[in-house]
T-cell receptor, first 114, second 114 residues
Framework: KAGVTQTPRYLIKTRGQQVTLSCSPI?????VSWYQQTPGQGLQFLFE???????NKGNFPGRFSGRQFSNSRSEMNVSTLELGDSALYLC?????????????FGQGTRLTVV | QQQVKQSPQSLIVQKGGISIINCAYE??????FPWYQQFPGKGPALLIA?????SEKKEGRFTISFNKSAKQFSLHIMDSQPGDSATYFC?????????????FGTGTSLTVIP
């Protein structure tokens, strides 16, 4: 069974640009969450989608947005990139929504903003 | 504020020894506590998880001990091996959430010396 696939693995962008990251969850998983991982802040929750609806949102500015498609694939978009957005962006998929559901992470997209 | 506090930040253990990582939380609504293992360049991998209705869960060399009254839980790695060298994250999720938002500890970098 294929795991969570994130593309691209690496990205280098310039300040002010925008970027779109993609996540394909495990087959049959309908919940997709996004996290930002940095050395200083650790893993921070961005948002979660379930059946194309955003269910939870973390404490990030509106420049961070996402969406989920009918096949459960999800995209995350960051507009007007700042240097501080440089991070590893992780996607996690779960088979269902709800408390205590196992979450499986992809390998992440390493975004570098210069 | 950090909802899940993890210690130590780094840990060095001899091969064959016991590695112990501790986490503490304040939110009594948390009801699912997973541990993740992350190798450099990889996404976090689910290692083991526990719910507050049990005080201990063991899977192979990995054991979670849970103290509900103290709001603490810990990961014990028995017979630690060099291949266990990685960063370990504890996490928690709340039954109050409608989705799968996890709050992560800041991570423990484990080095097992041969």
């Amino acid at each position: 069974k294929a795991g969570v696939t994130q593309t691209p693995r690496y990205l280098i962008k310039t300040r002010g640009q925008q970027v779109t990251l993609s996540c394909s969850p495990i087959s049959g998983h309908r919940s997709v969450s996004w996290y930002q991982q940095t050395p200083g802040q650790g893993l921070q929750f961005l948002f979660e989608y379930f059946s194309e609806t955003q269910r939870n949102k973390g404490n990030f500015p509106g420049r961070f947005s996402g969406r989920q498609f009918s096949n459960s694939r999800s995209e995350m978009n960051v507009s007007t990139l700042e240097l501080g957005d440089s991070a590893l962006y992780l996607c996690a998929s779960s088979i269902q929504q709800g408390r205590g559901t196992e979450a499986f992470f992809g390998q992440g997209t390493r975004l570098t903003v210069v | 504020q950090q909802q899940v506090k993890q210690s130590p930040q780094s840990l060095i253990v001899q091969k064959g020894g016991i590695s112990i990582i501790n986490c503490a939380y304040e939110n009594t609504a948390f009801d699912y506590f997973p541990w993740y293992q992350q190798f450099p360049g990889k996404g976090p991998a689910l290692l083991i998880a526990i719910r507050p209705d049990v005080s201990e869960k063991k899977e192979g060399r990995f054991t979670i001990s849970f103290n509900k009254s103290a709001k603490q839980f810990s990961l014990h790695i028995m017979d630690s091996q060099p291949g266990d060298s990685a960063t370990y994250f504890c996490a928690a999720s709340s039954k109050a959430n409608t989705g799968n938002q996890f709050y992560f500890g800041t991570g423990t970098s484990l080095t097992v010396i041969p």
